[in-house]
């Protein structure tokens, strides 16, 4: 794994603890775990094209 992708898989982690505390704290929203799903897409895109 390269640099880049770790800093993604980062990322992505960090916003998923980011969307379930505001899940948990204001109610759920559609659009953040879209946009989570989004991210989290992206990066397994990344991981897989970078490892082969």
Do not use: D, H, N, P
């Not at 794994?1 to 960090?14: E, L």
Request: charged fraction near 5%; proline fraction near 0%; charge should be positive.
């Amino acid at each position: 794994m390269s640099g880049s992708t770790k800093t993604m898989g980062v990322i992505t982690v960090a916003a998923l603890v980011a969307v379930t505390a505001y899940t948990v704290a204001l109610g759920s929203s559609g659009w953040l775990w879209f946009g989570w799903v989004v991210l989290g897409l992206i990066t397994l895109g990344v991981a897989a094209t970078r490892e082969s």
